[in-house]
């Protein structure tokens, strides 16, 4: 990293983090600077990097800077396949390690820029392009008169915002407490950055971050090793009310195939079901029981969402309205219709089998029950015992859904919030605390 300082002629002078320190590089290591380097380098330049060109695709993407010997990006790579990585590193026998464990394991999606990282940032990296920045035990530069070489200053801290996608994560790890301490003072107070930890301190150690050599050094000295994981707020000057951040989807690799059909029929994964996935064996059986309630039987999946809607109005679950109105939207319910739900009982846009429907949802989601058994006997006009249970059952699921997403001020995904406001935000609708300005 280099940052600014004003030099005796009155100009600014280039502060490093870094000292490029004399190391031994073996001959394999020169031979991959010389050899492979031309192909899984990318070029300094004062030029946004058209990423998707780079790596032949579209996907997600994330940065580590100073990667050391390489050995995690290599697994983090190799492990994760459909994510593309960049790493940045000036130390030549690290690199040239690297470029050795992408040829061994065939890698390619992961390339290397040899370059100091904040000049990479400021120059190439596009804003809002990057999902993940990793940063493991930068040099924690101990001596008072040194902290100004601190990586980790507030213009890294809004730079590093910046790149980051909407939801994307910023993830760090010291193994030197006063540094970790100076870490979080200086990201706590960057607005563009929210604290994915419930007390503002310290995240549980990520099962993909690998152990590096310094964070074994660590160890073997005695010292306490500090993880921290900040999140750009998913919505562009709004800032996290969340009370538990959601887990990144790369992060719950067993979940690959059920989060591939969220991202595929919804356009996200929502927000409430990474932040269950910090309980595995919860969000499955959440997972399960959602696909058999919404997705199985033989009522419209239209009605069901509109029910879902009703009751989720009811209980007064904004977040769980935009969803609705978003998966109505997709099962074809029209804009129109969205938008009268709160009129069913009036509106010519809802049939009678419908207004069953919804008002058994209405009635049922509110507090007290108000349902009743002429709801009942008005609702076996149109629909069979068994069809019953499937709106009884969806009515159910989102009493679930609507205290856990209303307790966590869960963050709202942008997708849905978009729906939303189209169809429920003239009667309105807004995102509240699941999407509170900062």
């Given amino acids: ?124 990296i596009p804003p809002a392009s990057l999902d993940e920045v990793l940063l493991y035990f930068p040099d924690p530069w101990p001596k008072k008169r040194h902290h100004k070489r601190r990586i980790v200053q507030p213009a890294f801290a809004a730079l590093v915002a910046d790149r980051l996608k909407p939801g994307g994560a910023l993830r760090l790890a010291t193994d030197w407490e006063p540094y970790a301490e100076w870490m979080l003072e200086v990201l706590n107070a960057e607005r563009g950055l929210v604290n994915a930890a419930t007390d503002q301190r310290w995240v549980e150690r990520p099962t993909l971050r690998g152990a590096t050599r310094f ?47 969220y991202a595929n029929t919804r356009g996200f994964v929502p927000n409430s079901i990474l932040t269950m996935s910090r309980r595995p064996a919860i969000a499955k059986a959440f997972m399960d029981l959602n696909r058999a309630v919404l997705y199985e039987g033989t009522v419209p999946e239209e009605l069901k969402m509109l029910v879902s809607l009703i009751a989720s109005q009811a ?15 997709i099962y074809r319910a029209s804009d129109a219709k969205i938008a009268a739900v709160w009129e069913f009982e009036t509106s010519e846009l809802f049939s009678d089998a419908e207004r069953a429907a919804l008002r058994l949802a209405l009635k049922g989601a509110t507090v007290p029950n108000e349902a009743g058994p002429k709801d009942f006997v008005e609702l076996a006009k149109y629909f069979d015992d068994g069809e019953k249970v499937e709106i009884v059952a969806t009515i159910a699921l989102f009493g679930y859904l609507n205290r856990w997403n209303d307790t966590m001020a869960t963050d709202l995904e942008e997708r849905a919030a978009r729906v939303a406001g189209r169809t429920l935000g003239p009667a309105g609708w807004d995102a509240g605390k699941h999407g509170a300005r900062s």
């Fill in 215 to 261: 964070e074994a050094r660590g160890h073997r000295l005695g010292h306490r090793v500090f993880d921290l994981e900040y999140r750009r707020p998913i919505s562009g000057g709004f800032k996290s009310m969340a009370h538990v951040a959601p887990l990144p989807r790369e992060a719950v690799p067993e979940f690959r195939e059920l989060f591939d059909h």
């Fill in 315 to 329: 209980a007064g679950c904004r977040y769980c309205q935009a969803h609705m109105a978003n998966l109505s939207s």
């Fill in 1 to 124: 990293m280099t940052v600014d300082a004003p030099g005796g002629d009155g100009r600014r002078k280039r502060i490093r983090s870094y000292v490029l320190r004399g190391g031994r590089i073996t001959s394999a290591q020169r031979r991959a600077h010389d050899k492979l380097l031309p192909r899984w380098g990318l070029a300094f330049s004062p030029a946004p990097i058209d990423l998707d060109a780079v790596y032949g695709r579209r996907a997600p993407r994330v940065l580590e800077i100073g990667f050391g010997d390489g050995a995690t990006l290599i697994e983090l790579a190799g492990s994760r396949p459909e994510t593309d990585f960049l790493g940045v590193e000036v130390h030549p026998p690290g690199i040239g390690h690297l470029l050795l464990g992408i040829e061994a394991r065939s890698l390619t999606n992961l390339r290397v820029i040899v370059h100091d990282a904040v000049e990479v940032l400021q120059h190439q």
